[in-house]
């Protein structure tokens, strides 16, 4: 590569060929691995249960049909749409703590950004780097340490994949459907495939006048037997849409609508992309224009949409403003740099931040004698406690508990004193662990004789009821 650099004849450096160089190095490799060491990556409690399932499969040797975890739920069934996802999650935590899955979560984001990259290059599209850019901050608020973002380099590979043989007047090859064996059992967000498959095919054959009709189908064909060969048979597959209309929707964040107050960036980059498109007079092939609206609905609809439509734009929209001068090519092996990148994000010790999603010093303070009894915790609290083998109340896992029981919890949180009181005498619960958030709850019990609070900290409260022992001890800190 030196030699490539240092000319025999004493020629000058190429210097627009090593800006490329380091543009990749920082766009491609060292974005994504900042972006993933953020304390932001480990956010979200459901991590915690994530890890726990994983381990709960490379310990029993199969993926679990009913809910192993919760004291409410025990039994219920439960299909692990995630669960391939789960076990390289659990392998990650398990070689190297948090390190590891943040560079589990840098790995899929330089995968991610190296395939659109290299797509945008061979397609001659203008300022690639740019592109790049809006993508990934785009995509920051939606960066954690969960499956989703394990599926986002699939997402954009199939995406490209399509693209690419599209270009060349053909489907791609029958042995590239496999890509949906894995994706489809790594994350619900597999039906994705469908609409991106039927949008391109049919730009491709409107351009052809439908001569390859026949081949198209086939590969579609083969796609459905792919997308088939699901671990959790049809209840897998049918899973992300028994999801998507579910009433209790509305009070799970990333479920929210897009709002400019939740997500600023997404709008300023959408209209960023829209002006572009303009300026150059871009049109865009029906099928994908199509696509494109369908998605941008949905990431309107639903914030954690957002994710999917960025991809699938940052594929379709910059190879269709053409760069008018080819900017020096990057060789493909230099993403091989990002390897002692990654081996480094493994070595070097991460502790999260303490909050309700890595409640450390909370889940340290439950007294021994609570820890096989019953709780109503946060939801956010549930994933750490399942990590720590502690049965919760409630998790992440939202669909497994049903409409009626997660509306009837948010009530509880919003004040609902008497539905409490019936859930504690229903479960019998003895005692409750919750962020210092829900401060309607947590007024009550301060309020109540019934409750008494044994340990405080800046991310949570433990109470126990005081009529099920007054021999705990307690603790508070600031």
């Known amino acids: 590569m030196i030699s490539a650099i240092f000319k025999s004849d004493g020629r000058p450096l190429d210097w627009r060929w090593l800006e490329q160089q380091l543009l990749f190095m920082g766009f491609v490799i060292g974005l994504p691995i900042g972006i993933a060491w953020a304390p932001a990556t480990f956010r979200d409690g459901d991590v915690s249960w994530h890890i726990a ?22 039994g219920h069934s439960w299909i692990a749409t995630e669960w391939l996802a789960e076990i390289i999650q659990a392998l990650a935590f398990d070689l190297a703590g948090y390190a590891g899955l943040a560079a589990l979560v840098a790995a899929a984001l330089i995968a991610l ?90 730009d491709s054959l409107v351009e052809s006048k439908w001569t390859n009709l026949r081949e198209w189908v086939l590969f579609a064909l083969a796609s459905l037997i792919a997308v088939l060969a699901n671990a959790n048979g049809i209840g897998g597959i049918l899973q992300p849409f028994r999801i998507s209309g579910l009433d209790m ?9 897009t709002t400019t107050h939740n997500t600023p960036e997404f709008f300023v980059i959408l209209l960023l992309g829209l002006a ?24 309107f609809m639903h914030m954690r949409h957002q994710s999917s439509f960025i991809i699938i734009a940052a594929c379709i929209i910059p190879p269709l403003i053409r760069a008018e001068h080819a900017a020096k090519t990057v060789a493909k092996p230099l993403i091989l740099a990002a390897l002692p990148l990654l081996a480094a994000r493994l070595i070097l010790p991460l502790t999260p931040p303490e909050s309700p999603a890595n409640p450390r010093h909370l889940i340290a303070a439950i007294p021994n004698e609570l820890r096989q009894q019953a709780v109503f915790n946060g939801y956010t609290l549930g994933g750490p406690l399942i990590l720590a083998g502690i049965r919760p109340y409630i998790d992440g896992r939202a669909e497994m508990y049903g409409d009626n029981f997660v509306i009837d919890y948010w009530k509880i949180l919003h004040g609902d004193v008497g539905r409490f009181n019936r859930t504690v005498d229903r479960y019998d619960i003895r005692w409750v662990m919750l962020p210092n958030e829900e401060k309607r709850l947590i007024g009550y019990l301060d309020s109540s004789g019934a409750w008494r609070r044994i340990y405080g900290d800046a991310v949570g409260v433990i109470y126990v009821r005081t009529d099920v022992t007054r021999n705990i001890g307690g603790s508070s800190r600031g």
Do not use: C, K
Request: hydrophobic share 60%; charged share 10%.
């Open 53 to 74: 399932a994983g381990n709960w499969i490379l310990t029993h040797g199969r993926i679990p049909t009913a809910d192993p975890f919760s004291f409410t739920a025990a």
């Open 276 to 299: 572009a498109l303009l300026w150059h007079g871009i049109r865009v092939p029906i099928g994908r224009l199509i696509l494109l609206l369908a998605a941008l609905g949905f990431a």
């Open 113 to 202: 950004n190296a395939i659109v990259f290299f797509h945008l290059q061979r397609r001659g599209a203008a300022l690639p780097w740019a592109s790049l850019l809006a993508m990934d901050v785009a995509l920051v608020p939606m960066v954690m340490a969960r499956p989703h973002v394990l599926a986002w380099p699939l997402l954009a590979a199939w995406t490209v994949l399509l693209l690419t043989y599209a270009n060349r007047g053909r489907p791609p090859p029958l042995w590239s459907a496999l890509l949906l064996v894995v994706w489809t059992n790594l994350h619900t967000s597999f039906p994705l495939a469908a609409p991106i498959g039927a949008a391109i095919a049919f």
């Open 249 to 257: 929707l509305g009070v799970i964040g990333e479920w929210s609508p």
